[in-house]
């Protein structure tokens, strides 16, 4: 049995650990996200689709896990993945 998910984090780390979901998304404070399984984060802007941003990763494993989630890539650059999934409700992420 899975941990119960109480926050977007915890979803986060149970799509992580599913080797059959691709990606994962979520929009926040006017970016739009996509986390990739392959290490890559993008983002765009949500009011027009534009200002779209790319971020690679070489890490892989629980260490890519802590990259992505470590980075700040909000539009202030000033709250980590982690910081956003924590606050943010389980449905407010979904998969591709």
């Known amino acids: 049995m899975g941990m119960e998910v109480k926050t977007a984090l915890d979803k986060f780390y149970e799509c992580f650990d599913n080797p059959e979901k691709d990606d994962l998304f ?43 989630l470590n980075s700040k890539v909000n539009q202030a650059r000033d709250k980590s993945i982690r910081e956003i999934l924590a606050e943010l409700p389980p449905e407010a992420i979904w998969l591709g």
């Open 26 to 68: 979520f929009d926040y404070e006017g970016l739009s996200y996509q986390l990739s399984y392959c290490g890559y984060i993008f983002t765009e802007r949500t009011d027009n689709g534009k200002d779209e941003r790319e971020y690679g990763f070489a890490e892989d494993g629980k260490e890519l896990f802590e990259a992505v």
